[in-house]
């Protein structure tokens, strides 16, 4: 039971437009939530909108394109480009934490985290 | 916040009315000298945000760049649990809001693990043997440290701020996910506990990592879900996390069972979620709740290609395994003659590596096992240290039997020498030298210290003539204690017969 299994990268989305192509305020929502953005009930509306227009031209290209066309992730045609297990200089700790808004300890100090527990 | 909780179930009570189905997932910190993808340091306890570069950190313009050592770590790990390796498969990016990953997305591979469809049959204490199919194994990179400064016990839950060190952040990680292990009941526990440890055995035998769970660079997380027994039905999982030994892996096992059989006793229902074990207690505690796949919005890594690894590699890769630590095992009993319980005492006391290193370097088995687990074990055990970290090595081991063999040291003189070794005094020969510890054997001098016992003790000595000739044992024992032990016991004996006689 993997934790992350789950419909494939390139598969249905379970919250992706149905078959009317309707993508509805709630979804808005919850878009908006998980890329952390506080939108407005009107911009619920006008995202909507706005969603369902590009939706509607990415599906245009699945119309297009046939079985035998493989749905491309990557536009140059390279593969197993892999790097030899050798250190290489990094940045130093005051490098690091030199554009850091806050700092402590030579670690990075952020606000207190809410909600979720690693 | 938690409601009170319903009370913890009986294990055998849980028996009766529910079977447990289980799920592990064990995440490995490969030992690379770098990161997956960029070439940082990987060390362990390095001063915070130290092996750092503009690509871990993921700042803008910089590029990931794959490892090909992990990648190789990655299919060995995989060929090693016969999985099937992915002929194509591509990362991709979880994202997600939490400071630990600054790049705001962790790259893993999703759909597309490089490894799949596996197995590794896991042996009981009492030879049962369970076949336990894995699922996938995957390549991923580890997360920073998060320190929460404020709140009780360094949690996040009441913290004021937090801390990232991104050291680790980057670091290679395989995820290794089973399949659901159904049907174990009562050896739900022990089954978890001998899975994650012939795992560890197994991936430490590859030399891909060192397997430390007290260190973080072997972690598990145990998935549990109970369902009434015959119904057929699959219950609500939890997923425990922060399982940091291969006691606790039992012992989570086993909390869940009880736990969740008393929320569906209750008539409540298991809510799906992270839970955190709790080492004092023994318990669990809930966590967040889970986000959905879809949530973390998962899709192909654009900054790196697809990894396709050919046949002609993968065979070369599986040309490199090195035995199965079982079947090592297996073969170890037979040459030593060794029984089932003396082989697992040995494995247990972290012995066998040791005394194999010890025979590889010329000492008998015998001798060789003689000297860690008896004398070697109980320095150990004062000092409070594992039998690897004692100050010694095979090698100074078998030079020391080797010593006795040639009856150069005696037993006693050879623990003296051993404890020098241990002191930091140098090399067994050197210690002999230093402490001044060979055996006397040579007649002149001991002719002179049996003599001298003979005319202490005349009342032995007219036993010795009259044929009681186990009288001799006294005067050897003079002898022994006058030369501080260090005489030829056997010559001191035949010289005390002939001057009697």
């Keep these: 039971m993997p934790a992350d299994s789950g419909p494939a990268v390139s598969g249905p989305d379970s919250r992706g437009p149905d078959s009317t192509g309707a993508i509805s305020r709630d979804e808005v929502a919850h878009l908006a939530r998980l890329a952390r953005l506080a939108v407005t009930d009107d911009e619920l509306d006008v995202f909507a909108g706005q969603l369902d227009v590009i939706l509607g031209a990415v599906a245009r290209v699945g119309e297009v394109a046939a079985e035998d066309i493989p749905p491309t992730s990557h536009a140059v045609p390279l593969q197993n480009v892999f790097r030899p297990d050798v250190r290489r200089p990094g940045l130093s700790q005051e490098q690091t934490l030199a554009c850091a808004p806050a700092a402590e300890e030579g670690r990075f100090r952020v606000p207190r985290i809410l909600g979720e527990e690693q | ?501």
């Design chain 2, 1 to 501: 916040m938690t409601t009170t909780a319903p009370a913890l179930v009986d294990f055998d009570d849980v028996l009766a009315r529910y079977e447990p189905t289980l799920g592990l997932e064990v995440h490995v910190e490969l030992s690379t000298a770098t990161k997956m993808f960029c070439g940082c340091p990987t060390d362990f306890g390095a001063e915070p945000n130290t092996q750092v570069c503009p690509t871990c950190l993921g700042l803008p313009g910089s590029l990931p760049v794959v490892n090909q050592a992990a990648v190789e770590a990655a299919i060995r790990i995989g060929l090693a649990l016969n999985c099937s390796i992915a002929p194509w498969g591509r990362f991709a990016r979880k994202n997600y809001f939490y400071p630990d990953m600054p790049k705001n997305f962790q790259t893993s591979q999703y759909d597309e693990p490089i490894a799949v469809n596996g197995w590794m049959d896991v042996q009981l204490e009492d030879g049962e043997v369970v076949r336990v199919g894995i699922e996938r194994a995957h390549m991923e990179e580890d997360t920073g440290k998060s320190l929460h400064v404020g709140g009780a016990d360094g949690r996040i839950h009441g913290a004021e701020y937090s801390l990232l060190d991104y050291n680790r952040a980057g670091v290679p990680l395989i995820e290794i996910v089973t399949k659901m292990i159904p049907d174990t009941g009562a050896r739900a526990p022990e089954v978890a506990r001998a899975y994650v440890t012939q795992l560890r055995d197994l991936i430490k035998s590859l030399g891909v990592s060192d397997v430390r769970m007290d260190q973080g660079s072997m972690r598990c997380d145990v998935n549990l879900s109970l369902s009434p027994t015959g119904s057929g039905v699959l219950g609500t999982r939890t997923e425990t996390k922060n399982v940091n030994s291969l006691r606790s892996v039992e012992r989570a096992v086993r909390f869940e069972m009880q736990r969740q059989a008393g929320v569906l006793d209750g008539g409540g229902s298991i809510v799906q979620e992270t839970r955190h074990f709790e080492e004092q207690s023994g318990s669990t505690r809930p966590g967040r709740r889970k986000e959905t796949s879809e949530d973390y919005r998962y899709f192909p890594e654009p900054d790196l290609v697809p990894i396709a690894p050919s046949a002609e590699w993968v065979e070369e890769l599986r040309g490199t395994l090195p035995e199965l630590p079982w079947e090592h095992r297996k073969r170890i009993q037979e040459a030593w003659g060794l029984s089932d319980e003396e082989l697992r005492d040995l494995v247990n006391a972290g012995a066998l590596e040791l005394i194999e290193a010890t025979v590889a370097e010329g000492a008998p088995a015998g001798e060789a096992r003689s000297w860690w687990v008896a004398y070697l074990a109980q320095q150990a055990n004062m000092r409070g240290v594992e039998l690897a970290d004692l100050p010694i090595t095979p090698a100074q081991v078998a030079r020391v039997i080797a010593l006795v063999a040639a009856g150069d040291l005696n037993n006693k003189l050879a623990r003296q020498v051993v404890d020098g070794v241990l002191a930091g005094e140098g090399e067994p020969d050197e210690v002999v030298e230093k402490r001044g510890l060979k055996v006397v054997s040579d007649d002149g001098a001991l002719i002179a210290a049996v003599d001298e016992a003979l005319a202490a003790q005349p009342d032995v000595v007219e036993k010795i003539k009259g044929g009681k000739v186990q009288a001799a044992g006294a005067i050897v024992g003079a002898v022994m204690k006058a030369t501080k032990g260090q005489a030829d016991a056997k010559r001191v004996r035949e010289l005390i017969i002939e001057r009697c006689s």
